[in-house]
């Protein structure tokens, strides 16, 4: 098991990182699930020992990494957000570069080297110059990288952010069968609420350095059991019905896209016979409304007051 205790980073007296909890257990998937800028890079860069935390300590088996690294740097690959590849090599030659840093013997490498392309889905496109590579298989390629040394931890940076949904569907599908096949243990950061529900037994939800719920989906969708989220869709946009809405003491977490609106109300509540006479007044065609399964967004929203993407 890998431990996170109280880490904290600061630069110039701001903390990026706060007194962060977290454990992953082997075989699981757990999501860091934040906005943009939350921390979570500068958090798994302490836990992946490539940088020190202010304060705080990673343990391994319930021993610190902080000052020796030898141990986790063998159970552990890391998925950087960045692409770390050799444009002018082929994929099968940047995993054989990548490959020889771990002094790997040469039989075991090249056996290796089969897995993973295997696994990336990039058998059939090994030869190929990774500058001639779409967004996606360098993603896939980046990931490969890190499955070398058949880590029984991995950690992942954001790996499908700026490529097509295509190409993101076969990173999230790839990720769920490694761990499946192998057993692998993953460490997925992302700002999307879909891939972490979509993967992640456990999530944590990551907003200014600081945990603001940590569990399964189901144990952090019930922090909003005593609300329920509605949508409205409405013929055509209304910003003056938007503003009306934001009048209404009932109604919280009031967020307009285009012609849909959503906010959430207390379970109890009677809230559309007031909704009608808003519609009614203002002359605006309310094509339907729903009542929705609280997401992690609306978790996230319900907590900070602020969407999880703007
Ligand atoms: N070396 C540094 N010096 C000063 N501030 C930093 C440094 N590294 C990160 N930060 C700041 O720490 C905060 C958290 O950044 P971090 O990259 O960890 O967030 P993130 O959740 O991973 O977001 P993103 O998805 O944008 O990478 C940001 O405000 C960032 O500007």
């Not at 880490?7 to 082997?26: A, F, Q, R």
């Not at 039989?107 to 496109?125: A, F, H, P, S, Y």
């Not at 700002?191 to 944590?204: D, G, K, T, W």
Request: some cysteine; aromatic content about 4%; overall charge neutral.
């Amino acid at each position: 098991m890998i431990e996170v205790v109280d880490l904290t980073k600061t630069y110039k007296k701001i903390t990026v990182v706060d007194h962060m909890n977290l454990y992953i257990e082997p075989g699981e998937i757990v999501g860091l699930l934040g906005p943009n800028g939350a921390g979570k890079s500068t958090a798994i860069a302490m836990i992946s020992t490539l940088i020190k935390p202010t304060k705080g300590d990673v343990l391994l088996q319930q021993k610190s990494v902080i000052n020796d690294q030898s141990a986790l740097r063998e159970v552990l690959g890391v998925v950087p957000q960045e692409i770390a590849l050799y444009s002018d090599l082929t994929a099968r030659e940047n995993l054989q570069f990548f490959g020889s840093i771990h002094k790997m013997p040469k039989t075991k490498l090249k056996e290796r080297i089969d897995v993973v392309l295997e696994e990336i889905g990039l058998q059939n496109e090994q030869k190929k110059l990774v500058k001639h590579y779409s967004g996606g298989m360098k993603r896939r390629l980046n990931i490969g990288v890190a499955l070398l040394h058949e880590p029984e931890y991995l950690i992942m940076d954001e790996p499908t952010v700026g490529i097509d949904p295509q190409s993101r569907n076969h990173i999230l599908e790839t990720v769920k069968k490694l761990n499946e096949r192998s057993n692998t243990a993953i460490i997925y950061t992302s700002h999307y609420m879909e891939e972490v529900e979509f993967l992640c037994n456990r999530i944590y939800i990551i907003d200014k350095g600081r945990v603001i719920a940590s569990g399964t989906k189901d144990e952090i969708k019930a922090i909003l059991s005593s609300e329920k989220t509605i949508r409205l869709k409405l013929e055509k946009p209304s910003k003056q019905l938007v503003e009306d809405l934001t009048m209404q003491p009932m109604l919280s977490n009031i967020l307009a896209k285009e012609a849909e609106i959503t906010f959430t109300v207390a379970k109890d509540t009677n809230f559309l016979p007031m909704i009608l006479t808003l519609c009614d007044q203002q002359k605006i065609a309310l094509k339907s409304f729903q009542i929705e399964e609280p997401s992690l967004e609306d978790v996230f929203l319900h907590l900070t007051g602020r969407a999880l993407r703007n």
